[in-house]
């Protein structure tokens, strides 16, 4: 009786994943600087100094970063512990997550509940962004959140609590995270298909509202528009993209996702990278027959906003393609390749018994399938727990000088360094990144304008910034500088810039 | 409706995650991450207060910046840049702050693409690169200073030591020191090479000729009294000559009077006192007394 109860087997995933989020857990900040980045702007807005990046000397309204993951820190941070307590809430909401997942497919994809919950539940992908301060899980949650608001409202209809709860809910992802327009997008598209056109109009006019209010307390400059034409932000000497340009970054961006992110993304990075391609090609192929038959079903929602998702992180800098992006719509992607598994048993099925459908072989193939994915992201899960995730030489000798510099400087001394935000929370020392120009003269301008007193001169394996713009301008100019501390294996300084 | 009710599991989840929670925290109690050690990577060197040593640099690069403005023609500004490349060279050696040292390579190195066919700035550039340790750089900069002109024997004679002391590379050496001696019989180093390439080889009549010959030539040369901007590889090869000499006249050619007599040679030109004092006692234990 308790085996054959879905609550029972819900109780039972969830238990797993959070068992192996504990075994993951790491109580530092990761290195990827933008963790580094929501937490600061949590504090400064927990502190009550507004939405400000307060790690930089002149604390400038943060322009890039939707709020909302940054308050959801700020108010956890309240509860003391730094960064511990918001990286404990992020786990959590990774496991309620889970939970909502479950729970709104009950409602849409009952046969799907448990097998794509299980698949989630063991997802190496999911798991690693589950115990960082990035937006991604509470991204997934608060989109799982509004569609689950959105399904109750399709059910019930009329326009009480449901209705305004579902079309507030539903702005929480572009607020999140700025890729999630293509949520908002979506939705409309989809409401007004339902021909629910109170709820399209109610879920625009308040996004709408609250991206104006959002604007006019900060800033109506976003740098992401600069962004996603840029060639390279690292380099913005080389300009922005032409239109066959940007056709090619899709291009490029397609071939990266179906070839390398998403074969890791679905099928856990255990397996040799061949085996992987031709699995996880397979298993695009039956995600795009889910994703084709889906625009006919009441779930219709999940079509367009993958391919509103799908459109804009294929037009982002080619740099940036990552695993991150992908992590959002995992659980999507899996109920989408289940669909298409089930509409290709159905043919096959129809075909070759006359049009009588087994339930049963159907329900054994697709449990079987989820089966082996699980199987293969468990694997993926004990790859990342026998996983080295000790700091490389690099980042060891960035921290070190971090480590001198909050030693040895004055309180209000400001450092020049490639990655500010991690310098602050290490240091307590603010700073800024030094201009990514060639030209030396503008690189010292930037030093001299933001009154630093030191700069960090790194030797970071994952970027060359330093040593593209920071050393020539040094190397110009050697007598603005003095070594106060080095450290070798590999050569990092910290310099003392002379007035 | 009734799949997407999960009031009645609501505590069991609450406490769930709540047990999760607790767990953390305990285990990260304290846990503060602007203090969480990191290990260590690199040796690390935290210098002291900053002095006025720099002062004299500052105004003399202030200078040749301004001069280097002026300047009309490549060649102008390729000896400038040079000149600041050694103020910059001078202080790297004073300070050892290797910020200086970048820049001294850095402004030789504009100086020599601002002129490229003048091997001299190539010869400079290699001779710092071989200071610095750098003797990959040194000997490429040697060869460009070689491809610019075939008959500087400076660029022969540091090729050649550098072919031999940096890289065993004899065959190199010897072309090079061969080179060398035809344009000059008297040019330092060579002989010396020459020799140590033959006692290598185990030719040790051979390797006495030219160490011999290489005193004769470096008397000659310090005899005249031209050769201030060499005298440091005079000194070196003169000294190293004699030693081996002497210790071929201790071992395997034994002869008293000529090992005191390459003793006594050596000791006129080799200056650190230990290195002296080494050669006197390895002298007493051979000889006595």
């Known amino acids: 009786m308790l085996l054959s109860?879905?609550?029972?087997?819900?109780?039972?995933?969830?238990?797993?994943?959070?068992?192996?989020?504990?075994?993951?857990?790491?109580p530092d900040i990761s290195t990827n600087g933008d963790d580094a980045k929501y937490l600061i702007l949590g504090q400064s807005l927990a502190s009550g100094n507004g939405y400000h990046c307060i790690y930089e000397p002149a604390s400038p309204v943060e322009t890039q970063y939707p709020p909302l993951f940054p308050a959801f820190l700020g108010f956890f941070s309240l509860f003391g512990g730094e960064q511990l307590v918001p990286k404990i809430a992020v786990g959590i909401i990774s496991g309620c997550m889970l939970l909502l997942l479950f729970y709104y497919l009950r409602s849409t994809f009952p046969r799907f509940a448990l097998p794509v919950t299980?698949?989630?539940?063991?997802?190496?992908?999911?798991?690693?962004?589950?115990?960082?301060?990035?937006?991604?899980?509470?991204?997934?949650?608060?989109?799982?959140?509004?569609?689950?608001?959105?399904?109750?409202?399709?059910?019930r209809g009329g326009?009480?609590?449901i209705f305004w709860a579902a079309a507030i809910t539903a702005i929480a992802p572009a607020f999140i995270r700025t890729v999630g327009i293509s949520f908002v997008a979506a939705w409309v598209i989809s409401t007004i298909l339902d021909k629910k056109y109170k709820q399209a109009a109610a879920h625009l006019v308040i996004f709408i509202s609250a991206t104006f209010l959002l604007r006019l307390t900060t800033s109506w400059n976003s740098p992401y528009i600069d962004q996603l034409f840029r060639r390279n932000s690292y380099n913005p000497e080389l300009g922005f993209v032409t239109m066959p340009e940007m056709i090619g970054r899709i291009g490029m961006n397609l071939h990266e996702y179906l070839f390398g992110v998403l074969p890791q993304a679905m099928l856990g990075g255990s397996l040799p990278p061949n085996v992987s391609l031709v699995l996880s090609f397979g298993l695009m192929l039956l995600a795009g027959i889910g994703w084709v038959r889906n625009f006919a079903l009441p779930t219709r929602f999940l079509s367009f906003y993958l391919l509103f998702y799908g459109?804009?992180?294929?037009?982002?800098?080619?740099?940036?393609?990552?695993?991150?992006?992908?992590v959002p719509i995992v659980p999507f992607l899996i109920i989408l390749a289940l669909l298409g598994l089930e509409t290709v048993i159905r043919f096959v099925l129809r075909i070759f018994s006359q049009g009588k459908e087994s339930g049963f072989l159907k329900t054994g193939i697709i449990w079987s399938a989820a089966a082996v994915l699980a199987l293969l992201n468990g694997c993926g899960q004990m790859r990342l727990l026998n996983e080295n995730n000790a700091l490389t030489a690099d980042w060891?000798?960035?921290?070190?000088?971090?480590?001198?510099?909050?030693?040895?400087?004055?309180?209000?001394?400001?450092?020049?360094?490639?990655?500010?935000e991690l310098f602050y929370l290490r240091a307590q020392r603010r700073g800024y990144v030094y201009?990514?120009?060639?030209?030396?003269?503008?690189?010292?301008?930037?030093?001299?304008?933001?009154?630093?007193q030191y700069c960090i001169l790194d030797n970071f394996f994952w970027t060359g910034t330093t040593r593209h713009y920071l050393v020539p301008a040094i190397r110009k100019h050697p007598e603005m500088f003095r070594i106060v501390y080095s450290l070798t294996d590999p050569e990092t300084y910290v310099l003392e810039i002379r007035k | 409706m009734k799949g997407m009710c999960f009031n009645k599991n609501a505590s069991f989840y609450a406490v769930f995650f709540a047990v999760w929670a607790v767990f953390i925290l305990v285990k990260y109690h304290g846990h503060r991450f602007e203090e969480s050690p990191v290990p260590s990577?690199?040796?690390?060197?935290?210098?002291g207060a900053e002095t006025n040593a720099e002062a004299p640099l500052q105004a003399k690069i202030a200078e040749l910046r301004q001069k280097l403005v002026r300047a009309t023609t490549n060649a102008q500004k390729s000896m400038i840049l040079q000149d600041i490349g050694y103020a910059y060279a001078n202080f790297f050696n004073v300070t050892e702050n290797v910020l200086f040292r970048d820049s001294a390579v850095e402004n030789m190195r504009r100086a020599s693409t601002e002129e490229p066919g003048n091997g001299r700035l190539h010869y400079r550039l290699g001779k710092f690169y071989g200071a610095i340790g750098n003797q990959q750089q040194a000997l490429e900069q040697y060869t460009l200073a070689l491809r610019c002109d075939s008959t500087y024997v400076p660029a022969f004679t540091d090729a050649a030591a550098c072919s031999y002391?940096?890289?065993?590379?004899?065959?190199?050496?010897?072309?090079?020191?061969?080179?060398?001696?035809?344009?000059?019989?008297?040019?330092?180093?060579?002989?010396?090479?020459?020799?140590?390439?033959?006692?290598?080889?185990?030719?040790?009549?051979?390797?006495?000729?030219?160490?011999?010959?290489?005193?004769?030539?470096?008397?000659?040369?310090?005899?005249k009294g031209n050769a201030s901007p060499e005298v440091e590889s005079i000194r070196f090869a003169a000294s190293t000559a004699h030693y081996r000499l002497m210790r071929l006249y201790c071992s395997q050619v034994p002869d008293m009077a000529l090992a005191r007599e390459h003793l006594d040679g050596y000791l006129r030109f080799e200056t650190d006192s230990t290195r002296k004092s080494a050669a006197i006692e390895a002298m007493k234990k051979r000889w006595g007394s």
């Open chain 1, 118 to 155: 299980l698949v989630t539940a063991l997802s190496s992908s999911v798991a690693s962004h589950s115990t960082v301060l990035l937006s991604e899980i509470p991204y997934l949650f608060a989109s799982l959140g509004a569609l689950m608001l959105l399904e109750l409202y399709r059910r």
């Open chain 2, 165 to 223: 002391f940096g890289f065993n590379r004899n065959d190199d050496a010897k072309r090079y020191c061969n080179r060398a001696l035809k344009l000059d019989n008297q040019a330092p180093l060579c002989h010396l090479i020459l020799g140590l390439i033959d006692l290598d080889a185990k030719r040790i009549e051979s390797g006495c000729e030219n160490l011999k010959l290489e005193i004769a030539a470096d008397e000659s040369v310090m005899a």
């Open chain 1, 5 to 26: 109860s879905p609550g029972f087997w819900i109780k039972i995933f969830i238990a797993v994943q959070m068992v192996l989020l504990a075994a993951e857990f790491s």
């Open chain 1, 396 to 420: 060891i000798n960035f921290y070190r000088c971090a480590d001198w510099v909050r030693v040895n400087t004055p309180n209000n001394a400001i450092v020049v360094s490639r990655k500010p």
């Open chain 2, 41 to 47: 990577a690199g040796l690390e060197q935290s210098m």
């Open chain 1, 311 to 326: 459109g804009i992180i294929c037009m982002w800098q080619t740099q940036w393609t990552s695993l991150r992006f992908i």
């Open chain 1, 159 to 161: 326009t009480g609590v």
């Open chain 1, 435 to 452: 201009p990514f120009s060639t030209n030396a003269e503008e690189v010292i301008g930037g030093l001299n304008k933001g009154e630093a």
